[in-house]
């Protein structure tokens, strides 16, 4: 099976990973050894776009279960000699892999090239389209902390137009019943949304609280906000975190921009579990592997 975006889950398969996720995440904490259940598999990474916890956290992942992790070197591959992006790919599936995790620049490159191979490809990212894993990490990690979804209010804020977080991980929140609230500027809500940015609203009496990178490399225009402007308006500052329920998990998938959309305060703080988020990566991305790979 592929996993190109949450839509590709059944039921069935959406409750294993959170459970097998949850075990792993224990068990990773407390160093026990896990089953060797990815043993004589091989998985090729191919990340066409930066990464530090995804491309990590699948690699560490699929060595912790037994298998072999082989990573293309993009910048250093014959597509700097002009070599397609197909052709790429064709000749890394005659290595026979077990499963490929590949991350894209543009939107839809991963589902188009799941369609170029029968290996089983997982997304790990595409543009501002999915990020499957992510929307799962995230969702288990709540579940992990609150124990439930159902009934949840969730905001996510900040650049929600080019975020793939944002649709998967909001996609999967909804599905599984929870309230989700997405706010930010003007011109970082997706096309056709316009009116005010409502982050205190959103952020009112919320339990999670999701904060998003500005993503300048995706801007069409510059946002020309002045130093300091971003956190003042619309950024997770403390004052902001009080109009929230007061247990609420403060959550950010990383890479942070602190003191722009999230003050160093509340990221280093005690509701912060961004480095939960981290841990439950690497277990999450253990049980897709194992999903995908049959
Ligand atoms: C995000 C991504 O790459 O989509 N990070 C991640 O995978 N944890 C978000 C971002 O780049 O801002």
Redesign the pocket.
């Known amino acids: 099976m592929d996993l190109i975006s949450i839509d590709d889950l059944k039921d069935e398969q959406l409750d294993w990973l959170m459970a097998a996720a949850d075990a792993y995440f224990v068990r990773n904490r407390n160093g026990a050894e896990v089953e060797p259940r990815l043993h004589g598999k091989s998985i090729i990474t191919a990340f066409f776009?930066?990464?530090?916890?995804?491309l990590m956290s699948f690699e560490v992942a699929a060595r912790r279960l037994g298998g072999q992790v082989t990573r293309l070197p993009v910048e250093r591959s014959s597509m700097t000699k002009g070599e397609s992006l197909k052709d790429t790919i064709w000749t890394l599936q005659a290595m026979s892999p077990s499963a490929f995790v590949i991350?894209h620049n543009e939107d839809g490159a991963v589902a188009r090239i799941a369609g170029w191979t029968d290996v089983p490809v997982i997304n790990?990212?595409d543009g501002a389209g999915q990020?499957p894993t992510?929307g799962l990490l995230d969702v288990a990690t709540i579940r992990h902390k609150l124990g439930r979804i159902e009934g949840l209010k969730v905001a996510i804020c900040g650049?929600i137009r080019?975020?793939?977080?944002a649709n998967s991980t909001a996609a999967l929140l909804k599905r599984m019943g929870a309230e989700v609230r997405l706010a930010g500027p003007a011109a970082l809500m997706p096309a056709g949304h316009d009116g005010p940015d409502r982050i205190d609203e959103a952020i009112e009496h919320a339990d999670v609280v999701m904060m998003?990178?500005i993503?300048r490399e995706r801007l069409e225009a510059e946002l020309n906000d002045a130093p300091g402007e971003y956190l003042a308006r619309y950024g997770l500052t403390e004052d902001r975190v009080k109009r929230a329920a007061p247990q609420v998990l403060v959550m950010h998938?990383?890479?942070m921009n602190r003191g722009v959309e999230i003050a160093d305060s509340v990221a280093d703080g005690p509701r912060s579990i961004i480095r939960t988020?981290v841990e439950m990566?690497v277990a999450m991305r253990m049980a897709v592997l194992q999903l995908v790979t049959g």
Request: cysteine-free.
């Open positions: 776009e930066d990464s530090t916890r995804t991350r790990g990212g990020h992510q650049d080019h975020s793939r977080v998003l990178r993503q998938p990383g890479p988020q990566g």
